[in-house]
């Protein structure tokens, strides 16, 4: 079998190599999990739980090992990659005791007027669940999708990303430690070239999708009647209203711009600002971006390389656009090699790309607005719909916003972001499909059985 080199955004350092498994591979895997799924379903839940709560020590044993080898892996923090480490142990011990509680339903045909009849609603495991997970998160956008799947009685074949797929091979050979034999199953290799066989895989009845907007529309369209979970792109705007705290306002802007270099769907991506405040604002952003520290990961920089070349070269495109039609540069336009220096875009135009697109890196544009309709306007004006924050002291106004916008989720007087793993999440238009969060996803991957009878 021949095998996917994997080197380190920092610094090009050889991190490991993942086998580049072919079709007849990912047959065999899915062929063992299909034999199992049967036996592991039908394991009491408190016995899946037992086998979870083991996970659980082993990979907080592990925490600092899956720390570092995230940190060279993907280039975030060493401070960030332990603190994913260790949410996603919480998130497990609280994913076992929601799938303990979850519960079947009981209804009557009384209240329909045929009242001698009684329906038991009850919660099934789908079989196979496909978890495919981003290089952002690699630990806890991994787990959020294994863990309510096992809990539920599913067997799981995992396929990380290629970025990431070394740490991610890790974390699962020290699951399969204590987990029983083959009821979690890592496929590797580029989703270029095997995505599509396993997308289609007959026997594969769920997947659970985290990525970009463009491959997560190919999976929709190729998986037919399989069930789904998506989790796709965003352009979280941050409305600005005259009344806002500015200090407050920018200092969580600030940290939801360019926490890990905005590599985060749920990072903010675009300000949206009433005129009057604008030159305040602006300033206090700039004051604090001078002093985000750009560097290396295992030094606990905010900014850090991007994940490819081929990241900042669109990032910096987007840059570049801008500039070319009229945008001001009031910080950044720096860059060495896939290391992009925090930047801020003033006097950002409809014409200009950054106005719709993505950026997925350490860039704000910063966009006047006459007043909260206009904010509302630019803001749904997007083909994304993950989140949005609002600032003011008016929370009569917040909430006003908040119903307004067509988002999955709204903050008020804080950044867009994730969490607690128990809360909602989901996104609308192109950014999801589903709602995820411990017990939303637990539900998703199971199907409701009826038993009615008559009494």
Not at 442 to 452: D, F, G, P, V, Y
């Amino acid at each position: 079998m021949s095998s996917i080199k994997i080197y380190s955004p920092i610094n090009n350092e050889y991190i490991g190599e993942v086998p580049a498994m072919t079709k007849e591979h990912i047959d065999d895997m899915i062929k063992e999990l299909k034999e199992n799924f049967k036996a592991f379903s039908e394991l009491a839940v408190t016995k899946r739980a037992e086998y979870l709560k083991k996970v659980s020590a082993v990979l907080k044993e592990h925490s600092e090992e899956l720390a570092v080898l995230m940190t060279k892996e993907i280039s975030k923090g060493y401070k960030d990659s332990l603190t994913e480490v260790l949410r996603s142990v919480e998130m497990i011990d609280y994913t076992i005791e929601e799938g303990i509680r979850l519960q079947g339903e009981m209804s009557s045909g009384e209240s329909y007027g045929v009242k001698d009849k009684i329906c038991l609603s009850i919660r099934e495991p789908l079989g196979v669940v496909l978890c495919i997970a981003p290089f952002n998160y690699p630990i806890n956008l991994s787990l959020s999708k294994i863990v309510p799947a096992l809990i539920t009685g599913n067997v799981v074949l995992f396929k990380p990303p290629t970025q990431g797929s070394v740490v991610c091979t890790r974390l699962v050979e020290l699951m399969n430690e204590v987990l029983p034999k083959g009821v979690l199953k890592i496929v590797t290799g580029r989703g270029s070239e095997i995505g599509d066989y396993i997308n289609t895989h007959k026997d594969i009845s769920f997947i659970n999708f985290t990525g970009s907007t463009k491959v997560g529309e190919r999976i929709s369209n190729q998986a037919g009647l399989k069930g789904l979970m998506m989790e796709l792109g965003g352009k979280d705007a941050a409305i600005v209203l005259q009344d806002a705290d500015l200090e407050k306002a920018s200092s969580e802007i600030v940290k939801g711009a360019f926490s890990y270099s905005g590599q985060r769907c749920t990072a903010i991506k675009r300000v949206l600002v009433v005129e009057s405040v604008k030159e305040e604002l602006v300033q206090l952003i700039l004051d604090k971006v001078g002093k985000i520290k750009v560097g290396d990961p295992m030094d606990n920089a905010t900014v850090t390389p991007l994940i490819d070349d081929k990241s900042a070269d669109y990032v910096q495109g987007l840059i570049d656009d801008a500039k070319s039609k009229g945008a001001k540069v009031l910080i950044g336009d720096k860059r060495e090699k896939n290391l992009i220096y925090p930047c801020v875009l003033d006097g950002v135009k409809e014409n200009m790309r950054i106005y719709f697109e993505e950026p997925f890196g350490p860039v704000l544009p910063i966009i006047s607005i006459k007043d909260v309709e206009e904010g509302i306007e630019i803001a749904n004006k997007s083909e994304y719909g993950l989140q949005s924050s609002v600032f003011t002291k008016d929370m009569k106004k917040a909430f006003y916003v908040a119903r307004k916008l067509e988002v999955g989720s709204v903050h008020i007087n804080n950044k867009t972001q994730r969490g607690p793993d128990n809360f909602p999440f989901l996104g609308v238009k192109n950014s999801g499909l589903g709602v995820q969060g411990i017990k939303y996803s637990i539900e998703s991957m199971t199907r409701l059985k009826n038993i009615i009878f008559d009494i």
